[in-house]
């Protein structure tokens, strides 16, 4: 016997059981919702704000830009410890790059991504 | 290319480029555009007869247009079968434009109406006139479109446009039956060609033949109201009435007869194709006839009666006595005609009135009507020596001749109450005192809205009565062609000659005629008795109203095939369908339940409980979808 | 001392993708001239780059037509399939910038018209991609640009169409990444062309295959994982829509055929593809049903799109040499009548609001005839009726489908055919009946008149097509 049979007989039965678990509570649930039932459990104290709370998108995009520019950075590195063995070729190949990246900088730049506004 | 070519292309294309024409330009055209579509369609009808001779001559004419894809190649084929079509489309055709010239007279879409004929006529003739399926199956396409149109033309009345609808989805039904024909015919003979086909018809097994008739029949049965697929056609009369004489009496009905009679190779070689096809005919006849009898409608009543005169069409070329089936459709394209014309001019006299029970005594006040009138009846219930007669005699004579007795009985049954419920229509129509001033309420009618009468001015008269003056020759003289043999000799080359059954040897011809003869003779009497002397007097009025409301509820229901068609398709598939929606995309029910929720104003909870539930929920579809997938796979991964 | 590192490749490496290069290339200059350029000029100039940068890649493109050749060590293959598929995205995307000129904010302009390009770059490379990272790189490429551009439009159903999209991409890629790394286990290689041999592990091979094929599916949205389609395509903005109905398809699908043709071992191929058919005749269904109850004609081209793919992958059925034929043949005339619809949706588009909605085509027969009866012509080409270029191609596809042994595929074609009619026949009867009487507030006034050329061209070439079923023979030799 293949030895895999067991193992997918597993996944199979996880499947199963894992969907049941999922769908059964929604059929068989009574379902009654009431403004009280619907809203974010505080202990018993009214909530104030929305659950998820507020962080402003400014920050996460900052942050974005940051990252997406640090890791392309990143490949000077292994560029920089073999730009004799690759010569002019891999110098050309470099600039590319920083001319494509210089470009992007520029465009984020000038469409005001940096400014904290 | 030769001169018959270019002519069979030019008479092909006309109607196409006058439609296009009266397309573009209708709003100058106005009127005009009546007169651009008749000539349009009455010059193909002086082309045809130019090629008649080459089309008698040995295998027809055949032009060669061009060649597509390997094993498609399009092209014209005029031979006689085709040729009597080509005919009747474009001569019976052209006299209902003309007709309908002033009948639309003081519609304001008048040139979208021709256009929408002219385009008809150009599918027709598609349909006849292709040498090869695809062509057929274009054609029969375009016609079913065209008549969605036609049928849906006053698109303000919400009866016309279900109608329409209706028609639609009963023909794509057939539509599907006959593609599919065309692609098992395609599998067994490799070719698509008529000629092709029907050579090779007699090598292939049984059932695929058998298959293939079925799924033709399918198309045929859907195209030309034979049961259970006729429901349409009684609403399709909610056209405007030349639309109705046209398209639903005159020619693209009748499209079903000519199928069966070019694919008669394949049914010579399936006898039980041949039975199925002869008895559906046969009892859409008898059905078509009963339900004729509780109409009040006029339209509706000549509804019916074209369903059951199909009835005999398809009877007479489905159990292969081909003459007699297209003998029926030649003679019956007049007289039907005629009927549905000189219906139009009651009602367009009587602003739009259709009920039988608000007409009476219109004989003195529209003679013509009622001449015409007249002859169609006495035409259709087969009165000697009109024209019906020798048609419908010939059908029930010839299943006696193949073998099928009891189709032949039903054939008689059917002859007497046609002429009951033709000679109701013509008695309670035009004799007695008129009852156009009787209150609905007295005369039994349900009450309804009415239509806007929205016909001004009208046409000088004889625009709408030329064509009907001219249709009763024909409707007379088109059942002597069959004196002195000619008739079947023309289309010796088409059809197998037939053979001899036992009880054809016993009961002569005559006998026969004068059996279904009686019939007629009773039907007529009974239809006399109870209405000839119906007028507007308290006691006839009574009598209506009794009879209004005691008519039995199966026939007033048509016997519940519209029922029976709403509960096992309809009412299924619309579960299914909204089962389906709710699964698959709760986005289109919330759609419209969100549309009210946002009047409301709470949409904002309940978006986002949607929102959050579907990303989740299309997740789960898609596991589920990859959990069928890598099931199979590791299934056939560890078989190996 | 370090020694010199030879280079693999060479100038026929880098001409092989020299089309792609320059589509690639191109978004830069556009960015550029959205930078440097005054605001009332920049709009058009851009959209003339993208439109100059992609008609000159086709010519180059073009041009490489009977030079098969394999490069970068065989992940990219050129040939006559490869350029095929490539033309068939670039027109694809030309199209979609006719439409594009209310594309997002006009400070936005530049921004969406390059990732519009290195979307289509990305699918040029899934075109000509002969190994899995290529494939990979291809979808990634073509996909996350995407996923910018759907957020485009400024309502909320564009941000949720944007994250639905996003999310359940990347579920349908990791299925796919998945089933890479099995294909990989189980032959030690990522190129195409060594799948053909046994594998070592058979189980491996086909769950990979599998898994690799899930992903390629959920692309070509057909069902059951055509789910995302219509709420994404109902919220991107109306060019997006158009460029993913074609150009991804186009790229997936050409994927997918070399996948079928090309890789699958001859043994067990067809037990190995026997889903991708299933689901196709499902797609049929489900896409046509699903388009009878749509209101909105972007969801219900959505919808048509999942049955109109379903066709084009049932040519595939059997992998007959023909079926490739008729699946490309079909595809470009997908792309003529698909794209002429959006072009009159675009047409009939405002400022605000896209002219998707089924109420902006009540009575539009009597107010805007030509563009009407044009509207009717595509639908009518989309539903497969004579004479588009629609019903040549379901013609052929059937032919083939039932000579390849398959004509249960066929039958479900037909009935799928005949769902459809009544669904793109609603919108005709919209256009020509039931708005005859309303007053005729809505004038037509489209941003620009760029998709009037969208719409002439696409009208001619559907009707043209329809008679002159063009499809490159030589095509499947060049496959592999």
């Not at chain 3, 299925?175 to 060594?194: D, E, I, P, R």
């Amino acid at each position: 016997m293949n030895p895999y049979v067991p193992v997918g007989i597993f996944l199979g039965v996880a499947a199963v059981a894992a969907t049941a678990f999922v769908l059964v509570p929604g059929l068989l649930a009574r379902r009654k919702p009431n403004p009280a039932k619907s809203e974010a459990y505080e202990c018993g104290v009214e909530p104030t704000s929305v659950v998820g709370g507020h962080f402003p998108v400014r920050f996460y995009l900052i942050a974005m830009l940051f990252v997406i520019f640090d890791v392309e950075a990143a490949s000077f590195y292994p560029w920089a410890v073999q730009m004799h063995a690759l010569r002019a070729y891999g110098l050309l190949e470099m600039a590319a790059f920083v001319v494509v990246l210089a470009i992007g900088y520029a465009y984020v730049w000038r469409k005001g991504g940096f400014q904290w506004r | 290319m030769s001169n018959d070519a270019l002519v069979l292309l030019a008479l092909w294309l006309l109607p196409l480029a006058s439609a296009i024409l009266i397309f573009a330009f209708g709003p100058m055209l106005r009127r005009s555009a009546g007169v651009i579509g008749s000539g349009a369609v009455l010059v193909p009808f002086a082309l045809t007869w130019v090629l008649a001779a080459s089309a008698l001559g040995t295998g027809g004419l055949k032009v060669h247009l061009f060649d597509w894809i390997a094993g498609f190649s399009f092209g014209l084929w005029l031979d006689p079968l085709s040729l009597l079509w080509t005919l009747i489309i474009t001569g019976v055709g052209g006299l209902i434009h003309v007709y309908a010239i002033g009948y639309m007279w003081s519609d304001r879409a008048i040139a979208r109406f021709f256009a929408y004929m002219n385009f008809f006529v150009f599918a027709m003739l598609t349909l006849v006139l292709s040498d090869n399926f695809v062509g057929l199956l274009v054609g029969w396409g375009l016609v079913g479109l065209a008549s969605y149109f036609l049928i849906g033309f006053w698109f303000f009345k919400p009866s016309a446009v279900a109608a329409a609808m209706k028609a639609f989805v009963i023909n794509v039904v057939g539509d599907a039956g006959l593609m599919f024909a065309v692609f098992v015919l395609f599998a067994a003979t490799g070719s698509t060609a008529y000629a092709d086909v029907f050579a090779k018809a007699a090598t292939l097994a049984p059932a695929t033949v058998l298959l293939a008739c079925i799924a033709i029949f399918i198309g045929c049965a859907a195209k030309s109201a034979q049961i259970p697929l006729h429901t349409w056609l009684p609403d399709a009369m909610e056209g405007p009435t030349p639309v109705s004489a046209l398209i639903h009496a005159a020619t693209m009905v009748t499209a079903g007869v000519y199928l069966v009679a070019r694919c008669a190779p394949l049914w010579d070689v399936s006898p039980e194709a041949r039975a199925l096809v002869g008895t559906i005919g046969a009892l859409t006849a008898l059905v078509g006839a009963i339900l004729g009898i509780a109409q009040w409608d006029i339209k509706r009543i000549l509804a019916y009666s074209t369903m059951s005169q199909i009835g005999y069409m398809i009877m007479g070329v489905g159990v292969g006595a081909y003459q007699a089936g297209i003998l029926h459709f030649f003679t019956h394209a007049f007289f039907k005609a005629q009927l549905f014309l000189a219906a139009g001019i009651v009602i367009h006299a009587l602003h739009d009135e259709q009920d039988l029970r608000k007409m009476g005594g219109l004989g003195k006040k529209m003679p013509l009507a009622f001449w015409a009138m007249t002859i169609g009846t006495l035409a259709i219930i087969g009165f000697p020596p009109f024209s019906g007669f020798f048609s419908k005699d010939a059908v029930i004579y010839g299943a006696l001749e193949r073998g099928y007795p009891l189709l032949s009985l039903i054939g008689v049954v059917t002859a007497g109450i046609t002429a009951y419920y033709m000679c109701r229509m013509l008695f309670v129509t035009f004799l007695g005192n008129n009852r156009g001033n009787v209150p609905d309420v007295d005369l039994g009618i349900p009450a309804r809205e009415h239509s806007e009468p929205h016909f001004g001015e009208s046409a000088p008269a004889w625009v709408m009565g030329a064509p009907v003056a001219i249709l009763m020759v024909p409707s007379v003289v088109a059942g002597w062609v069959v004196f002195g043999g000619r008739w079947n000799a023309l289309f010796a080359s088409d059809f197998a000659p037939k053979p001899e059954s036992a009880l054809a040897t016993v009961l002569p011809e005559w006998l026969v005629g004068v059996v279904v003869l009686a019939f007629v003779a009773w039907g007529v009497a009974a239809a006399y008795h109870r209405y000839g002397s119906f007028d507007a007097t308290v006691s006839a009025v009574e009598r209506l109203r009794a009879e209004s409301q005691r008519m039995a509820q199966p026939l007033v229901r048509a016997f519940y095939f519209d029922d029976a068609l709403e509960a096992l398709f309809v009412r299924p598939a619309r579960a299914v369908g909204s089962a389906f929606m709710r699964v698959v995309d709760p986005h289109v029910i919330d759609g419209v339940v969100r549309d009210v929720v946002w009047l409301a104003g709470w949409i904002g909870r309940e978006v986002r409980a949607l929102q959050t539930g579907l990303v989740r929920g299309y997740a789960l579809v898609l596991a589920l979808g990859a959990a069928a997938f890598l099931a199979y796979f590791a299934l056939i991964g560890a078989s190996r | 001392m370090p020694s010199t590192l030879t280079i693999p490749w060479g100038n026929a490496d880098w001409n092989a993708i020299l089309p792609l290069g320059v589509v690639a290339l191109t978004p830069l200059l556009v960015i550029l001239a959205d930078l440097l350029l005054p605001r009332s000029l920049r709009r058009s100039v851009v959209l003339a780059l993208a439109a100059l940068g992609l008609i000159y890649a086709g010519f180059l493109a073009a041009r490489g037509w009977g030079h098969p050749y394999s490069a970068f060590g065989g992940g990219f293959v050129t040939g006559g399939f490869t350029i095929v598929f490539q033309e068939i995205v670039i027109a694809g995307a030309l199209f979609s910038l006719l439409l594009a000129t209310h594309l997002g904010r006009d400070d936005q302009a530049g921004g969406a018209v390059a990732l519009l390009l290195w979307s289509a770059s990305g699918a040029m490379l899934m075109a000509g991609a002969a190994n899995l990272m290529t494939i990979f790189l291809g979808l990634e490429l073509l996909s996350l640009a995407l996923y910018c551009l759907c957020g485009l439009a400024a309502r909320p159903s564009a941000r949720e169409a944007a994250l639905k999209y996003l999310i359940l991409s990347s579920t349908a890629s990791g299925f796919m990444l998945y089933g890479m790394a099995l294909l990989f286990g189980a032959t030690g290689s990522v190129q195409l062309s060594a799948f053909a041999a046994p594998a070592a592990s058979p189980m491996l091979f086909t769950l990979g295959s599998g898994l690799f094929l899930i992903g390629f599916v959920f692309k070509l949205s057909l069902a059951p994982f055509h789910i995302w389609t219509p709420d994404v395509y109902e919220g991107a903005p109306l060019p997006v829509t158009a460029f993913m109905s074609v150009v991804t398809k186009a790229g997936a699908l050409a994927v997918l055929a070399r996948f079928a043709y090309a890789a699958l071992p001859q043994a067990n191929a067809q037990a190995i593809l026997v889903p991708l058919w299933i689901v196709a005749a499902l797609s049929m269904i489900v896409g046509n049903v699903g388009a009878l109850a749509q209101t909105d004609v972007k969801r219900l081209l959505a919808y048509s799109g999942t049955a109109q793919l379903g066709y084009v992958v049932a040519a595939l059925a059997g992998t007959t040499s023909l079926g490739l034929r008729y699946a490309i043949f079909y595809l470009v005339a997908y792309m003529f009548m698909n794209l002429g619809a959006f072009a009159v949706v675009a047409l009939l588009s405002r400022e605000h609001e896209e002219g998707s909605h089924l109420s902006a085509y009540a009575g539009l027969g009597y107010r805007q005839p030509v563009l009407a009866a044009l509207m009717t012509f595509f639908l009518l080409a989309l539903a497969g009726l004579p004479p588009t270029a629609g019903f040549t191609g379901k013609l052929l596809i059937l032919a083939s489908s039932v000579d390849a042994g398959y004509a249960w595929l066929a039958v479900i074609l037909i009935v799928g055919t005949a769902i459809s009619a009544y669904a793109y026949l609603k919108i005709v009867l919209a256009m020509y009946a039931r708005g005859a009487g309303a007053p005729l507030q809505r004038a037509l006034h489209p941003a620009s008149a760029l998709p009037w050329l969208g719409v002439a061209i696409c009208a001619i070439a559907t009707f043209v097509l329809t008679f002159y079923p063009l499809a490159p023979s030589d095509v499947l030799p060049l496959v592999k």
